[in-house]
């Protein structure tokens, strides 16, 4: 079973770089799609980014594309979120879920799996 643990939040000004991580100690994160969301206080799950198994294709949400990368390292069992040129609406929680199927990325509903969220929070 995949159990999520992210990690990397902190406090950054605008304009910085933050990594997150999200690691599979379950060791079965080579058998998932990876998402990142964030949820900002008040606001609804914001999907982020998507990448498939092999980390040959990736998929970005409109606010966040060209700022923000997402990869996978299958060896380690981990997924990362590269964030630059972080902005104060950035700011949320940070969450990395996992599902089967390459389909309907952006749907939070369709995640099966997901981490405890690490915080970000950009200064402006």
């Known amino acids: 079973q995949v159990q999520l643990v992210e990690s990397g939040g902190g406090l950054v000004q605008a304009g910085g770089s933050l990594r997150l991580s999200c690691v599979d100690s379950g060791r079965r994160l080579s058998a998932y799609v990876m998402g990142w969301f964030r949820q900002a206080p008040g606001k609804e799950r914001e999907f982020v980014a998507a990448?498939?198994?092999?980390?040959?294709?990736?998929y970005y949400g409109d606010s966040v594309k060209g700022r923000f990368a997402i990869s996978r390292d299958n060896a380690l069992n981990t997924v990362y979120l590269q964030m630059n040129s972080l902005k104060p609406e950035d700011t949320a929680v940070y969450y990395c879920?996992?599902?089967?199927?390459?389909?309907?990325?952006?749907?939070?509903?369709?995640?099966?799996?997901w981490g405890q969220g690490t915080q970000v929070t950009v200064s402006s």
């Open positions: 879920a996992a599902k089967f199927l390459w389909a309907t990325l952006s749907a939070a509903t369709d995640y099966g799996y």
């Open positions: 990448v498939n198994r092999n980390g040959g294709e990736t």
